[in-house]
């Protein structure tokens, strides 16, 4: 084979297509924050992204966890390990509003008591008033210090500063600050089925915990 000769991959089939949503392989988050009477509210969430020290978060306007951090800015981002799936399915149709919000009357039903509905179990907080919930690999204790809409006033966006993150002692390199990555797996919301990760494909450049 000559330097000249090309190697053609085999043509893909795009098509022009209208999914109704876009969650393309999303972490899932179960967020704790205080409601009015100073209980904690437990929701999930599939859209959460890092940006170095701060997580950005997209939520329903009308959910209560929106409600609760236009005015109490305390919140707990509680990342579980994908065997939690079970628990994080059966928060989806529980909301904390009552009376539930119109837009989510077909779907949803009130429900005060979110830990026990989910079969989880909460522990407090170092720095913040919500609790963390028990079981979840790692924790991030944080507020929220910017909630705007979004474009569409669907949605609101909200930029928490993490302060504080507790992670399992299972997955954090041995003498150092550093997440292992081959022994954690985050619970990613593929296009609304539950995955974990598959086996490593590589690493970044910048990767500080990589095995030689």
């Not at 969430?45 to 009308?62: D, E, N």
């Not at 407090?124 to 204790?141: D, K």
């Not at 949605?155 to 399992?168: G, K, N, Q, S, W």
């Amino acid at each position: 084979m000559t330097a000249e000769t090309h190697v053609t991959a085999p043509a893909r089939r795009h098509l022009v297509i209208s999914p109704s949503i876009l969650y393309f392989g999303t972490p899932v988050a179960l967020l704790t924050t205080e409601n009015d009477d100073s209980t904690v509210n437990l929701a999930p969430v599939s859209s959460a992204w890092a940006l170095g020290q701060a997580v950005v978060l997209g939520l329903m306007r009308s959910s209560q966890t929106a409600h609760n951090l236009m005015t109490r800015p305390d919140v707990v981002i509680n990342l579980p390990a994908p065997e939690m799936w079970s628990a994080v399915e059966r928060l989806a149709t529980l909301t904390g509003r009552d009376p539930v919000p119109e837009d989510k009357r077909e779907l949803y039903r009130h429900e005060r008591a979110k830990f026990e509905a989910a079969g989880l179990l909460a522990e407090p907080s170092h720095l913040v008033r919500p609790h963390r919930v028990v079981g979840c690999p790692l924790q991030l204790e944080a507020r929220a210090e910017r909630v705007q809409p979004d474009v569409t006033d669907r949605f609101l966006i909200v930029e928490a500063r993490v302060l504080r993150v507790h992670a399992d002692s299972r997955i954090v390199v041995p003498g150092t600050d550093h997440i292992d990555p081959t022994a954690w797996s985050p619970l990613i919301f593929n296009f609304r089925h539950y995955h974990g990760l598959g086996p490593e494909l590589g690493h970044s450049f910048r990767s500080q915990t990589v095995r030689v």
